[in-house]
């Protein structure tokens, strides 16, 4: 069976808000948490938090391999992704640091 038979995609863009309705509710440790915003982090702490929630998901492989193959932003599967890309931190919002020669 492949990730999208596993996955409902249509219309997904994040996964804590439309875990896939082939798989428990229960079995997406973010679907139920209360701030879904350390999802997208915009620090470091958030995404620890996120980080966190992830590490007891039943869905966690499966989370990452959907983000990833569908170029997501935010953190699937504990890990941030930026355009399917893993992060190793978040970024800070802005232009970034001129570097003098
Ligand atoms: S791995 Fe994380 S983001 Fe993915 S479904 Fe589980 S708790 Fe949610």
Not at 84 to 97: A, D, S, T, W, Y
């Amino acid at each position: 069976m492949t990730i999208e038979a596993l996955f409902d995609t249509k219309g997904v863009t994040v996964a804590y808000l439309n875990p896939t309705p082939r798989l428990a509710r229960s079995a997406w440790s973010c679907a139920e948490y209360g701030d879904p915003d350390v999802f997208s982090p915009t620090d470091e702490d958030q995404l620890l938090e996120a980080q966190e929630v992830c590490g007891d998901c039943a869905v966690r492989e499966l989370c990452l391999e959907l983000g990833v193959s569908r170029d997501e932003w935010g953190v699937w599967g504990g890990v941030l992704l930026e355009g399917g890309k893993p992060l190793e931190r978040v970024k800070r919002p802005g232009r970034p640091r001129k570097v003098s020669a």
